[in-house]
């Protein structure tokens, strides 16, 4: 089973670019950008989210029509300087959602990614996730189908 789909890209490929604004002399600990987008190699925009990620209880969910997948797609997703398969299995909150505390970082999708431990999943932010690029082997798919149905 093939656990990372970055293995697959030749060095010199670009994959995405991501694009972090940071505040000039600011002193917000270890979190501090505020806002992200990301672009596909060719330079077009693929997702943002502009909310400031040092404010606490400031988001109130992700506009539904900002929400580019749905539960039990299979996508590819940047975690730790790698991209990795994965099957969403649950979406950010919206504003209908009411959740009554939110920030930045829940502003996220709930993937379940191709791994041998049955209970491991990401918290990956919009900016982050990516339709796939590379061929998905039916075993991993049904691997995937199969962490989320469970």
């Not at 995405?16 to 672009?39: P, T």
């Not at 988001?59 to 029509?65: D, I, L, P, Q, Y």
């Not at 829940?106 to 996730?129: A, G, K, N, Q, R």
């Amino acid at each position: 089973m093939k656990r990372n789909a970055l293995e697959t890209y030749a060095p010199e490929e670009i994959y995405a670019y991501m694009v972090k604004e940071i505040a000039i002399d600011g002193n917000f600990g270890d979190v501090d950008w505020l806002s992200v987008r990301s672009y596909d190699s060719s330079g077009n925009l693929l997702e943002e989210c502009l909310e400031d990620y040092n404010l606490v209880n400031q988001f109130h969910g992700r506009n539904k029509e900002d929400i580019h997948f749905k539960v039990g797609d299979i996508v590819e997703a940047l975690c730790c300087n790698r991209i990795d398969f994965g099957i969403i299995a649950a979406l950010p909150p919206t504003p209908e959602d009411l959740f009554p505390v939110l920030d930045a970082m829940d502003d996220s999708y709930l993937i379940l990614p191709i791994s041998e431990t049955s209970d491991f999943h990401l918290h990956v932010p919009p900016t982050h996730v990516f339709r796939l690029s590379h061929f998905v082997s039916e075993e991993n798919r049904a691997n995937l189908l199969n962490k989320l149905k469970s």
